[in-house]
């Protein structure tokens, strides 16, 4: 269970990571990279190193939304070292990644990179109606969360196109979210999460389902949800008929209790 | 015989909570385990494993070069398979290949190693090797391996089955008069045990003397070398195995590798010391496995919930090869023979088969077949006095063999020591204040369900030859025997054939020693895990080592104490039988000398000593065996309160209680560290642990990511209340407690999650009880409900 040798190099310009060569690949916390190098499930002729890259560090507040880049760690938002852009759920999203010596070195992009469909950040930025900001060798883009991640593992990223940052919606304090994961053990991936976003000033409602063996699933209809005309069992059933997923039950225990949560929330 | 043990006053002996000598070489960064030697020219051994569960091997293709870098069976000429046969009537043979050579019978199964500078490099010279497989069917399912269709794992046996076994007791007159007919199916999970250091072997030979020495991650290094001369052919005089600090055995290093066995012929022929580092991947889906048990177990109760009869078929799912030394016939024959519990019964009848799969062979882990028997037989229970309307503790108080039928011989022969049950039952449910859970479970609501549950067990420990011949399996425990030597500053060296690996025993067998001769156990030196320094002994499992090598010391203190008597008297001009030895002095009346100065006399001022000296000066090696040798009987009584989340069938350990008999405790603080590791692997064991295998023998769970261990987030605080009966069959009345912690978890656990879903009239019958597992049980009450 060692890697296969490679060499490694650390990017010290951004334009570097749109010009690499066969064989080369970028490595952010390496959380997710190491192990399968030393599985040998994956292998690279050269690892260039982002992680320090000050463009892909920084995190800057704009007039409606919070930009992080992508080598942002869990460890700085969980330590709210960044700015936050809704109440505090991203920090505590942040909390709750697996184990804090992982949390030190994962990052928020390699996390959406690598889109584990179990990830946090997978759900929780989908939850938050998120965009992505990709650079590759055409220019920048912009992409919608949920149409960057396509299937498990996999995402819009063109060859030698990198995620630059993550753009998240601010909220307003009369915000609520909840968002449950359900895992048996700390730091374990989750079997089954959902989260929920009442933003009645701005009028955005959003239910999403996470650690299927896909994407997040928005799902149709948020505000009956959340108001009780669309029972979560029967919202969880119809949606994920489409997935052809056998076992929901977990998914739909998830939603109620985000539900719950966010309507905790409320209340208050 | 029981010596008498000094009282509490003694802060250093038995019974004193003394800290771990051994702990600050570990705390510090000081443990020195096989992956911390390096040797000059040393190479690297990795393996290319079989990647397909059964089939035969048509070609092997390796590169031109490196030479001398890839070796094969066909290679590895003159070298013996390892054989582990048990003498029970009907047992099958297998033969375990150094590197398989035209099948292979399990994944993971060595069949080419390669050699390289760094482990790396080794992995990459593996990829340059093709093996060629014809893929048979695999037998992956224990109960379906003795089907008339099924394939044989061995093809030259009748049916995949090392031995079959009946026992049969006064059963067909006991069951006639039941109130109560329960009947079950059991089912636990294949594991794989999880010590933090891997197995590891370093080979050297050295073509002076012709002498192999083994760096070896081993619990048993006198049996390894046993072994491992064996398959090589070489004398006992030429092996020298060397057990250094080992990171946690718990059965998993009882075991002669073939990994060893190769490494050591490599360094042989090649004349470079050759080291194997086992990775948690090799472990997890190659090596070897434990704990796979299937029952079909039926309970006759009278209508007072008296235990009438229970009948059994077991069956064990041995793998495909029986191991050295344990055997194929371990598991289950156990299995037979202590299934019965603590209880009374009138009769009995218990069949079993020990199946070989295409699996990794199974070994004997903490608690062995125990953990399995008890997760039967108290699950059983609690079905019999639900059926009978009856509480947990009430069929249990009903059954349990009492004080006074103490010492109590079982259905099956068993000899119970000492102790009293009913009384440890009686505390847990104290503890665990059984009477608030209750009241609390009447007026619960919402979606989690609150339940409690017990189990009780008893542990047979340092049981001996009496026991073991009869399963007439590789090796058989006799005796025990330690040296203690006083060293010429007045230290104690001394030598045991046991190895501790996590056990304390560099503590407690010193704080036995110091009620023996008061030599301070900051002066004692605990040699262990050499075959060069030490008695030959059977090694570290079935509880055994506190009994047994701690008789031994005391046995060897006591006879070397006498001879430094001997000398002070000479000294202090006394008679010998005027001197007692007490915190490193020897006191007669107002007289006294160190033991220092009675060394120092010894060794370096012999002109001093009498004429009539004994010669036999300051080192002794003595001898020691139990009253009989049927085993010490700890014994523990478990009681946990959990919730059940019925929507995500999570498992929540609200609070976990332990009432533990061991006996004259030689450290309490050890023991409940023992206790309490031992608790969390069975923790593991009804909740997380599984390795499981898909219809062609493909092990599904190959990264720890899979295959989830116990973490400290999962653990309540365990809360022990000790019992201390002395066993009257030892030395100081200790009993081995060492694998009681792993045995009573999974039976306790399950109780309480079928306790607290008793308004659904729905049981967890498999472990672990993952919440998929707990979620389809619930829906069998959902579609009840339906119809
Ligand atoms: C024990 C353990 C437990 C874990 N538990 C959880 C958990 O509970 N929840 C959870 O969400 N995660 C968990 N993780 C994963 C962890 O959060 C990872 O940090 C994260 O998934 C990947 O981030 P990284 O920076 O380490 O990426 P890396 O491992 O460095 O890279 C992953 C992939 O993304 C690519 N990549 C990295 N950065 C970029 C970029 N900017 N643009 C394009 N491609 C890029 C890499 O080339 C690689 O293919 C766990 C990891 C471990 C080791």
Redesign the pocket.
Known sequence: MKAAAFDFSRASDINE?TALKEGE????????????MNLRL?RANR?VD??TLPA?RKANEHSNHVEFG??V??AEIEDGETPDPANGWMKKAAA????R???N????????????P?????IVLTGLDAKVA?IGPDGERKVNIEDFITGPYT?V?KEN????SVEVPKRPTSACWGYW?F?RQV????KASATVLIDQENGFYRCALGALEGPPLVLPRPLDIIEGDLGPKKAVEDALSVRKIASYDMHVAALERALEQAKEGLRL | MTTKVKGPASKKGIGASLSRQEDDRYLNGRGKFVGDIKMQGMLELAFVRSPIAHGNITGVTTPETPKDRVFTAKSLCDVKSIKADSGLPGFRSSLQPILADEKVRHVGEPIVACLAESRARAEDLCELVTVEIDELPAVSDMRKARDKAAPLVHEHWEENVFLESCVETDFEAAKTDAASVVKRTFRTARQCMAPIEGRGVIALWDRHLEMLTIHSATQIPHIIRTGLAGCLGLDHGQVRIIAPDVGGGFGFKSQLLSEEVCAAWIAMHLDRPIRWLEDRREHLSGTANCREHYYEITGYAGTDGELLAVDCEAIVDAGAYSTYPFSACLESAQIASILPGPYRLKGYRCKTWSVSTNKPPLLPYRGVARTGVCFAIELLLDALARDLGITPEEIRRKNLVTPEAMPFVNITNKYFDSGDYPKALSKALEAIDINSIRKEKASQSGDKLTGVGLSIFCEQGAHGTSVYHGWGIPMVPGFEQAGARLTPDGGLELRVGVHSHGQGLETTLAQIAYDEIGVDPKKVKVVHGDTAYTPYSTGTWGSRCIVMAGGAVGAASAALGDRIKHIAAHLLQCGREDITLEDGMAHAGKSSVSIEEVAKTWYLKPQQLPDDVDPRGLEVTEGYKTVQDTGTFSYACHAVKVAVDIKSGNIELLDYVIVEDAGTMINPMIVDGQVVGGTVQGIGTALFEEMPFDYSGQPLAST??DYHLPVAGDIPPVRITHMETPSPLSRFGQKGIGESGAIGPPAAIANAVNDALSPLGVEVSEIPMTPERVLSVIKQSERKQVA
């Open positions: 990571l690949k970028f490595v952010a916390g390496n959380q997710s990279l190491g192990p399968m994956v690892l982002i992680a892909l992508a080598a760690t869990h709750n990644i697996a184990h010596a992982v949390r070195r994962g990052t928020i992009g390699g996390s959406l990179a690598h889109a584990d179990a990830a946090d950040w997978v990709l995402t990223l196109e990198f995620i630059a994961k895992m730091g374990e991936f989750a | 720890l990511a």
